[in-house]
């Protein structure tokens, strides 16, 4: 059996509501998110600036030679965890840079459904 008019309506209305409110709620959190990887930004300096120093070398060894605490939290001695996240920051901050400067939006369809 066919759909009527008003049927096609509501289901249409529902779809496009059902959009407009995911995307509020991901633009919501990409706000936030946005604003905290900004927020971030000095301590992963920091942490650059401390994982390419002496001290941190220095901590790593002592480490090494089990001169730490035993329950001392240590991923930051980890040589590949400071560098996945370092290295992921650093391509978080090019993708931002390169989308501010392209349009995300498409062509809009002729008709919606």
């Known amino acids: 059996m066919e759909k009527s008019k008003q049927e096609l309506q509501i289901e249409r209305i529902m779809h496009y509501e059902a ?7 991901v633009l919501r959190n990409l706000d936030q998110a946005l604003a905290a990887f900004r927020q971030l930004q ?26 730490l605490p ?8 980890s040589e590949d965890g400071i560098y996945d996240i370092l290295s992921a ?4 901050v090019e993708k931002i840079d390169q989308t501010e400067d392209q349009p995300m939006a498409a062509p809009l369809p002729g008709n919606p459904v």
Do not use: M
């Open 19 to 25: 959009i407009l409110t995911e995307a509020a709620a």
């Open 89 to 92: 920051n650093r391509e978080y």
């Open 70 to 77: 035993k329950d001392l939290k240590r991923g930051v001695l």
């Open 42 to 67: 000095p301590g992963v300096r920091e942490l650059e600036a401390y994982y390419n120093s002496p001290v941190w070398r220095q901590d790593f060894e002592d480490d090494e030679q089990g001169l």
